[in-house]
């Protein structure tokens, strides 16, 4: 404990560092102590997590995995209409099932054992344009929040730490929401919010920070920043940074290079959907490898063709099972990414690489580089089957929609000329499908105009 106080309080005066380290543990002695009113589920989820995990007995962590599996495969069929089916004995018996196959049928996919007003709906677009949406019941909720815990401290994250989120946030953020920002030690920062005079303004913000920071970014937010330094005299950046894992995209040579001259930390790269939550990550700078999580999922790497198994060390469709929703069985879900995974001489296993969930970059009609991610706003006009946002010129921008409904297209066209330009002509049309990709993806967004 004492050289993780002499981290903390690196570069503070006394007086201060001993009000950072107070405030610092009373948010940590405030977590647990409410995570212990309510039984500990986190703690017990945390511990188990770290057992499976970090166990050099991988008999017993593939024991207790088949006994997880063998409870959530008997459960899905005596408790959901469309396991009931058939008979299943294996996991290879069951079905291959997607986004569309679940909304198309959401209902089949839900325990009669849970009450969906009990239970935690999370919704995501992923990167395919395919809103999607499922139910998590508490075992699920709290094993996610074990599983960030455990992952994100091999980057240097501990709860309670300032910890700030670059990703896409409403313009307005609600009291209680801000609240539990403010009790988590936790600040928001919208990816739109992007621009030099935006970053220079983040910069300064944190430079007048006590303490450390942390940050979980989309790696064009690292990209962006470090462009704009690399304009500068100097390294404007005073604030001291203890952990940066990325999420949604790959990270890139430049951004992992550059991130770590500026920032002087090397970041981690985290595999992960909004539906299940951590699915790999790198666990250290000196290894570029992904670990799978083993604790929360069995993971199948399956030919682009067909349902057969790839050899490891082969490139393949990532399907998962996740083994702690009951809620609404994710039973050989296919992610719709492409992975090449391989058992480590420690005889874990890794995902060497991940492909698929890049999108394409946006310019605006000045050409500059604006985030892809605002794609995802999209989300707020309407309930889609799909969606697909394409620059077809500099000026020139179209959004395909695969509904039966109208959307609200003035509305639309009016909020993204504020990101795309004033000058901006934009077109939206009603299609019946969204074209797959020779990987068999679809793309969220299309740049047809910048290569």
């Known amino acids: 404990m004492r050289q993780i106080i002499l981290t903390y309080t690196n570069g503070l005066k006394n007086s201060d560092s001993k009000i950072y380290i107070f405030q610092l543990n009373l948010r940590r002695s405030f977590f647990w102590f409410l995570d212990q009113l309510k039984g500990s589920p986190i703690k017990k989820a945390y511990h188990y997590t770290h057992k499976i995990l970090e166990t050099e007995d991988h008999k017993w962590s593939k024991i207790e995995n088949a006994n997880q599996l063998n409870k959530l495969m008997v459960h899905a069929q005596q408790t959901t209409s469309f396991y009931k089916k058939t008979n299943y004995k294996v996991l290879q018996d069951f079905p291959v099932v997607d986004k569309n196959i679940i909304r198309n049928d959401f209902d089949s996919f839900f325990s009669s054992k849970f009450k969906k007003s009990e239970c935690k709906i999370v919704t995501t677009s992923g990167s395919t344009g395919t809103p999607f949406s499922v139910y998590q019941n508490s075992e699920k909720v709290n094993k996610v929040h074990a599983d960030n815990i455990y992952?994100?401290?091999?980057?240097?994250?501990?709860?309670?730490?300032?910890?700030?989120?670059?990703?896409?946030w409403p313009k307005r953020i609600n009291f209680k929401l801000r609240l539990s920002f403010f009790l988590k030690n936790f600040m928001p920062w919208s990816i739109l919010n992007h621009t030099e005079k935006d970053i220079n303004?983040?910069?300064l913000k944190l430079n007048k920070r006590k303490g450390q920071v942390c940050f979980l970014t989309y790696p064009a937010a690292l990209e962006k920043t470090c462009k704009y330094i690399d304009g500068l005299d100097e390294n404007p950046i005073k604030f001291k940074t203890k952990s940066i894992i990325t999420v949604s995209e790959s990270l890139s040579t430049y951004a992992r290079g550059n991130t770590k001259k500026y920032f002087g930390i090397t970041p981690l790269s985290r595999y992960s959907n909004s539906e299940t939550g951590i699915i790999a990550q790198q666990m250290n700078s000196n290894d570029q490898r992904f670990r799978v999580n083993e604790s929360s999922y069995v993971i199948e790497v399956l030919t682009l063709d067909s349902d057969r198994p790839v050899p490891n060390g082969q490139?393949?469709?990532?399907v998962l099972t996740d083994l702690f929703n009951f809620a609404t069985p994710l039973i050989r879900y296919d992610t719709g990414d492409i992975g090449v995974m391989?058992?480590?001489k420690d005889g874990m296993l890794y995902f060497t690489e991940i492909s698929g969930r890049k999108v394409d970059q946006l310019y605006n009609t000045k050409g500059d580089l604006i985030p892809s991610h605002l794609s995802v706003g999209l989300l707020n006009y309407g309930d889609f089957k799909q969606f697909q946002l394409i620059q077809k010129s500099k000026t020139e921008y179209h959004i395909n929609f695969n509904t039966d409904k109208k959307v609200n297209e003035a509305k639309i066209i009016k909020?993204?000329?504020v990101h795309f330009g004033q000058n901006a002509i934009i077109k939206i049309h009603y299609v019946n499908e969204i074209p797959l990709l020779s990987s068999g993806k679809r793309r969220?967004?299309?740049?047809?105009?910048y290569k």
């Open 151 to 168: 992952f994100s401290s091999k980057s240097g994250y501990q709860v309670g730490d300032f910890l700030t989120f670059i990703r896409i």
């Open 342 to 344: 391989q058992e480590g």
């Open 315 to 318: 490139p393949g469709r990532i």
């Open 415 to 417: 909020d993204y000329k």
């Open 201 to 203: 303004k983040f910069i």
């Open 444 to 449: 969220e967004v299309v740049n047809e105009y």
